[in-house]
Nanobody, 123 residues
Framework: QVQLVESGGGLVQAGGSLRLSCAASGRTFGRYGMGWFRQAPGKEREFVAAINRSGDSTYYADSVKGRFTVSRDNAKNTVYLQMNSLKPEDTAVYYC????????????????WGQGTQVTVSS
């Protein structure tokens, strides 16, 4: 089992940047592929980014490609989401998730979820 805690959300103006962190408990973090998802009010949760166990393969939704960067530090049991050039449509609750021994881009592929952190981008 792994427990995930997100942090780093907040209010930012359009064009600004935020870095989200997701800290994982336990000694098996390096065996999990990690993903970031988001859910805006009234909308379904959607994939944002994912990174494989070693950190050398990353995946992005088209809507964030070129603006967001996912990375991880296995020594610190932490995955990050650097968000640049933020837009009002990026406003959502952002969740990190863990998938055992693989990397996924679908919600169903993840078995462990954090509680989420709110990101609000003002225009």
């Amino acid at each position: 089992q792994v427990q995930l805690v997100e942090s780093g959300g907040g209010l930012v103006q359009a064009g600004g940047s935020l870095r989200l962190s997701c800290a994982a408990s336990g000694r098996t973090f390096g065996r999990y592929g990690m993903g970031w998802f988001r859910q805006a009010p009234g909308k379904e949760r959607e994939f944002v980014a994912a990174i494989n166990r070693s950190g050398d393969s990353t995946y992005y939704a088209d809507s964030v490609k070129g603006r967001f960067t996912v990375s991880r530090d296995n020594a610190k049991n932490t995955v990050y989401l650097q968000m640049n050039s933020l837009k009002p449509e990026d406003t959502a609750v952002y969740y990190c998730a863990a998938a055992w021994l693989r990397v996924e881009t679908t919600i169903a592929g993840y078995s462990h979820w954090g509680q989420g952190t709110q990101v609000t981008v003002s225009s």
